[in-house]
């Protein structure tokens, strides 16, 4: 089961701008051991192109988004490098561009549903509030994959 902070029922549309031959894509996977952020960028044809010497931009840190629980807008400070960092990846022109998406896993799970939402809000927040990315919000709530 993977919980998505946004969007839950939107398929992700990948779009250049009209005088750009590439497009970029933003992963950020918050796992139970830490998060994870990919940033992909492909040609017309969704076909992957490198990013430097690699398919990606892959960057870790730790601990987890359940480890601020007790204090959710914590969470954002630990993702807050990482946002800047692929942001940073994505040439400026394209930003608007390109889909951000967080999936969170086990780790929020076990939190339980409120402190789950809170943390991901909280994320949410920091999207709307200092990404020049393309993030379109959900209903609010944490979801399980599929539903």
């Not at 987890?64 to 204090?71: D, E, G, I, W």
């Amino acid at each position: 089961m993977v919980f998505y902070v946004m969007p839950s029922h939107t398929p992700i549309q990948i779009h250049s701008s009209s005088d750009s031959k590439t497009s970029y894509a933003v992963f950020f996977d918050a796992g139970s051991s830490g998060s994870r952020v990919h940033v992909f960028c492909f040609d017309h044809n969704l076909n992957l192109l490198p990013i430097g010497k690699d398919l990606e931009l892959f960057l870790q840190t730790k601990p987890s988004l359940s480890s601020y629980a007790s204090n959710p807008r914590s969470a954002t400070l630990s993702l807050s490098d990482l946002f800047h960092k692929a942001e940073a990846t994505v040439p400026k022109d394209l930003c608007p561009f390109t889909p951000v998406r967080v999936g969170a896993t086990a780790g929020l799970r076990a939190l339980g549903v409120d402190a789950s939402n809170c943390i991901l809000q909280a994320v949410r927040d920091l999207l709307k509030q200092s990404s020049s990315l393309s993030s379109q919000p959900d209903d609010g709530q944490a979801k399980p994959d599929g539903l």
